[in-house]
């Protein structure tokens, strides 16, 4: 990722004119978001999820694969689930795991997660009803019913419904770049109840090294530091993902596990997580 793509503020009035510039063809797009971003701001003020909700019911209407992101285009739907399915079996993801998958949309990973694990040990979350539906075309057109996953709608990210020390693995991908600050702490002051011990939590971001931002209300970018920070004030340790870097995504990987614990499994000594997100090289 080019270190102007990292410092770049969307929300810059020069910002979006050279953008227009360059991208004529995405203006009506553009303008058709931001009006709907004025209705549903009024409507939903202060709340996000019946905001994010009224967002995703929308698109999923024109297309379940657009509306989780990349476009309406099959092949990249199934190129995205790939990428993210491929890094945690290379992390140790195994069929006994049991993995929770917060904003799992129209199962674009979670119908290989399903397959790889054991019958009844997926657990797919979501906020939006208009998008389960389309998860659930997706595990008939899959065959995956004799996995029995189960798929439920969330309205918010404290988990109370779920038990303690679950879940081996807990995944949120693309769901904390359409999420404002105060989402991501709920779910950091709740998901270490339902994390097993030596259990961890990947989550992508949009990140940036310039101010943070949002364009409508629909896309946030966060500093590394703001997210460790918040992960550590909940007893939390959280790691950069280096390696995740290399893939052509386009977001940012962080790890989180009970502070005690860090990503490589080993028990740190003293807890500490840099400002970057990186684990001390020092650390035991
Ligand atoms: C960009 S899509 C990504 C879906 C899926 N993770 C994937 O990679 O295909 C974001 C998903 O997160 C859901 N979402 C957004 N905010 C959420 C929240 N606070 N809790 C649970 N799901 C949320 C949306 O409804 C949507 O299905």
Not at 62 to 85: D, H, L, N, Y
Not at 236 to 260: C, N, V, Y
Request: aromatic share 10%.
């Amino acid at each position: 990722m080019g270190s102007s793509r990292l410092s770049r503020n969307r929300k810059a009035l020069l910002h979006k004119v050279r953008y227009a510039l360059r991208h004529p063809g995405r203006v009506p797009a553009y303008v058709r978001r931001s009006a709907r971003d004025a209705v549903l701001r009024v409507k939903f003020r202060g709340d996000h999820v019946g905001y994010y909700r009224a967002v995703m019911a929308s698109d999923a209407a024109r297309s379940a694969e657009a509306a989780v992101g990349g476009g309406p285009s099959v092949k990249r739907w199934t190129w995205i689930g790939q990428m993210q399915f491929d890094y945690l079996v290379e992390h140790g993801l195994a069929p006994g795991h049991r993995m929770l998958e917060i904003g799992c949309g129209n199962l674009r990973a979670g119908r290989l997660f399903i397959d790889h694990l054991e019958p009844g040990h997926y657990y797919g979350i979501d906020i939006s009803p208009d998008i389960l539906i389309a998860a659930k075309h997706t595990l008939v057109r899959y065959g995956l019913q004799p996995k029995l996953p189960y798929l439920t709608v969330a309205d918010n990210l404290t988990f109370d419904f779920l038990p303690d020390a679950h879940f081996d693995v807990v995944h949120a991908h693309s769901v904390f770049s359409h999420s404002p600050l105060h989402v991501i702490e709920e779910c950091f002051a709740h998901i270490g109840r339902v994390l097993k011990p030596g259990g961890f939590f990947d989550f992508t971001f949009d990140r940036t090294e310039g101010e943070e931002h949002q364009v409508l209300h629909e896309d946030f970018y966060y500093r590394t530091e703001t997210l460790v920070g918040l992960a550590s004030k909940h007893g939390l340790a959280a790691t950069f993902m280096e390696d995740w870097e290399s893939r052509p995504h386009g977001q940012s990987k962080i790890r989180i596990t009970h502070a005690e614990v860090r990503a490589d499994g080993r028990v740190k000594a003293d807890g500490q997580v840099k400002a970057d997100g990186r684990v001390k090289a020092d650390a035991p």
